[in-house]
């Protein structure tokens, strides 16, 4: 007797230049859907009225009805107060839209979320099970320097903004280890997709 089908939610994560956009890539092409929590900020301020007009309201830095990304992340990036307020204003759009994709892909076995701060943001409620990516923080340093043209002093400020990879690592329910090289990466991935699928076909 059939169990009736149910999609399943995953969230991808990992901290910053650890290679989930190999992973996410790597999925697409695979054919499934990922929801891309990045570009749905930037449309947040570049398609949704509603947003445009409220960092218009507290931030001044719209013209002809664009938001100047640069001058706003100047603004932003100096004042913490300030990046909370445009938080307030981007990731409730961010979240609804990511609902709506859930919702209107139900009939799917699956689908990713592309979400690179979510257990920063506390999106963990979204997903049924989370992925992460992990890569050893000297990796992640030489990884970022090289990707960013920044030197090293840097690079540690940017990371040591966000949750360590080694502790997402340890709150991850599936962890893809992108020490070994792009091959080994992608044989994980191939596993991993091998058992859903097997656990889709046990569920129809």
């Known amino acids: 007797m059939s169990k009736g089908k149910t999609m399943k939610v995953y969230g991808i994560t990992g901290s910053i230049a ?8 790597y999925l697409i092409e695979r054919g499934y859907l990922v929801v891309d929590a990045d570009l ?7 398609i949704d009225q509603e947003c445009i007009l409220k960092v218009q309201e507290l931030f001044g830095c719209v013209k002809d009805g664009i938001v100047d990304r640069k001058a706003l992340g100047r603004i932003v990036f100096h004042d ?35 979400i690179p701060l979510l257990y920063e943001s506390h999106l963990e409620y979204l997903c049924d099970e989370i992925i992460v990516v992990y890569l050893d923080e000297q990796r992640q340093v030489q990884r970022l320097m ?33 020490n070994q090289g792009i091959e080994e990466l992608y044989k994980q991935i191939d596993e991993f997709i091998e058992r859903i699928s097997h656990e889709e076909i046990i569920n129809e």
């Open 80 to 114: 913490k107060n300030a990046k909370k307020q445009l938080e307030a204003i981007i990731h409730p759009y961010v979240i609804l839209k990511m609902k709506e994709e859930i919702e209107k892909n139900k009939e799917r076995d699956c689908i990713f979320l592309d």
């Open 40 to 46: 749905i900020s930037r449309n947040a301020l570049t």
């Open 146 to 178: 090289a990707r960013d043209h920044i030197d090293e002093s840097y690079a540690y400020t940017i990371i040591n903004n966000q949750i360590s990879s080694l502790k997402k690592r340890e709150m991850a329910d599936i962890v893809f280890d992108n």
């Open 18 to 25: 650890c290679g989930k956009s190999k992973v996410t890539h």
